[in-house]
């Protein structure tokens, strides 16, 4: 398995466009298909903020992003770890936690001394990463938790 930068491989754009959307929609009501697709051709700009992080190995794994703001109601936070997604034939095997740490590292590269990000369900396996629980509301009618980490080499 090997992470490149979106940039790299930007026919994968569509694929993580339609899982995206898939798993998160709920968090972006109203926001279709096409418009997801449109506002992710940002990642393949030159800035380091937005970028995605995508592991393959022949094949397209999954991702990882890093974000000015993932969430309207906390913009005081930035910038965010987001869109960490591991196809589900793939999971269970160490990805998304190779695509957390390299997102970190390249943002640590970059000058950010902290990330944050808001999970509704995998707080156990970010505060393995490192994380800490910033607060915990409810977001589009979920419960979630905004986490951080504060990063160093």
Known sequence: MKIINLKQK??????????????????????????????MQAYLNDEFIPTTFVAENEKLLGSAAIIKCDMEERKQFSPWLASVYVAPEFRGQGIASELVRHAMAQAFKQGVEKLYLYTPDQQLFYKKLGWLTEERLSYHQEDVTIMSVTLKS
């Open 10 to 39: 930007p026919e994968y754009l569509q694929i993580l466009a339609e899982w995206h959307q898939q798993e998160w929609s709920h968090f972006n009501p109203g926001q279709s298909l096409s418009g997801r697709i449109d506002k």
